[in-house]
Every structure is written in C-alpha cells, then in structure tokens.
T-cell receptor, first 113, second 114 residues
Framework: GDSVTQMEGPVTLSEEAFLTINCTYT??????LFWYVQYPGEGLQLLLK?????DKGSNKGFEATYRKETTSFHLEKGSVQVSDSAVYFC????????????FGQGTRLTINP | DAGVIQSPRHEVTEMGQEVTLRCKPI?????LFWYRQTMMRGLELLIY????????DSGMPEDRFSAKMPNASFSTLKIQPSEPRDSAVYFC????????????FGQGTRLTVV
C-alpha cells in the first residue's frame, strides 16, 4: 500500500538556521503531496501542498517541490524562527474520490532562540 | 466558519467504560474522517464517511470501536468497552468533494483510559 517515510526526529536548530526535513513516498499512480503542521495542543493545519510532478508548494517561508523521479517532497525553510517549533507531517493522498491521507510518522522541530 | 469542532478536548475514563467522542464537520463538507494518533503508530485513518455513509472502516482496530454519522453536521466515535491501549489523540477531519482540496482537522480529543 501507499506509504510515507519522514526523516527521524527530533530536530533542534538555532533561530535563523536553514531547515530541511526529508520526506519520501511510495504510491501507485500519482498522488498529491502535503505538509501539515501541528502546534502544541492543536490539530493539524495544512502548511503547503503540490498536486503534480515539479510543482512547488510554498507558505510562510516554507517550500517543498514534488520530485517524481526521486519520489520525494522535502520541506525547506531558509531561516527558521522560534515560532516554527511544532511537529511536521508529510502526507500523500490517493486519487480516489475521498483522497484519503496517508501520513508519515512526523518530525518534531524545536527552534532555540 | 468555526472549523471542525470536536468534543470533549480531554477525556479520562476507567477501563471497561463506554467512551463517546463527538465531531461537527465544516458545513458543506462531503467527507468526514476519523484518525487516531499514537506515539507508536503515528496517525492512522480509522474510518471515513461520504455524505453521511460509512465507506471504509478497515482501519477500525476492533469491534469495540464503532462510528456513526446520523446527519451531515454530526458524527460520533464510540469505544465500548474501553481499554488502556485505546489511549490516544483522536482527530476528526472533513473536506469537500472537489479534488485536490485540503482536509481540515479538529483540535482532537485526548483520551486516557486508566
């Protein structure tokens, strides 16, 4: 079945550091790809998405590019802030009607001032 | 819109008791999903509904779990009897029918079974 593998956490960085969180997927067909973020005590919020190969999703300084050849969707940010501390989930959805989400295991990110 | 609303936010119950989790999806959304989040297994899809009809419940772990959606604005997830290994955060999410749209998540119910 479809699956998503994320970089092991937790990740701890200093403010203004460069961030990369790796994500690779296995899927039949051509899924849509997502990054969701979960702040402490909150539900998941969509951070960005890409629906076809070579698409780049971006939001709040975060970017990720849908790479079909490497089946990857790595999350990057050039300069992180303390407020970016959260758990980040990579996910894919199939092309079926419901477009069910399959999540990676999540990566906990802590940014120190 | 207030978003997806779940209640209660926290639930502590004794083993063997019945637990009911509630969800109000965003108005106009066609799909409703129930997920469970644990440290060991991450986020797992338990069941989803399309226009109030259960479509796929293959993720429901045992017969102790059941879910209903009596109308477009309300769904429940029931565990009877509850066990300590059911302790987790349960999320409800909803989305519209149109493709490539995001799912919106509630804030979750943290269930602790002692």
């Amino acid at each position: 079945g479809d699956s998503v593998t994320q970089m092991e956490g937790p990740v701890t960085l200093s403010e203004e550091a460069f961030l990369t969180i790796n994500c690779t997927y296995t899927a039949t067909g051509y899924p849509s790809l997502f990054w969701y973020v979960q702040y402490p005590g909150e539900g998941l919020q969509l951070l960005l998405k890409a629906t076809k190969a070579d698409d780049k999703g971006s939001n709040k300084g975060f970017e990720a590019t849908y790479r079909k050849e490497t089946t990857s969707f790595h999350l990057e940010k050039g300069s992180v802030q303390v407020s970016d501390s959260a758990v980040y989930f990579c996910a894919l959805s199939d092309r079926g009607g419901a477009q069910k989400l399959v999540f990676g295991q999540g990566t906990r990110l802590t940014i120190n001032p | 819109d207030a978003g997806v609303i779940q209640s209660p936010r926290h639930e502590v119950t004794e083993m063997g008791q019945e637990v009911t989790l509630r969800c109000k999806p965003i108005s106009g959304h066609d799909y409703l999903f129930w997920y469970r989040q644990t440290m060991m297994r991450g986020l797992e899809l338990l069941i989803y509904f399309n226009n109030n009809v259960p479509i796929d419940d293959s993720g429901m772990p045992e017969d102790r779990f059941s879910a209903k959606m009596p109308n477009a604005s309300f769904s429940t997830l029931k565990i009877q009897p509850s066990e300590p290994r059911d302790s987790a955060v349960y999320f409800c999410a909803s989305r519209v029918r149109q493709g490539n749209t995001e799912a919106f998540f509630g804030q979750g119910t943290r269930l602790t079974v002692v």
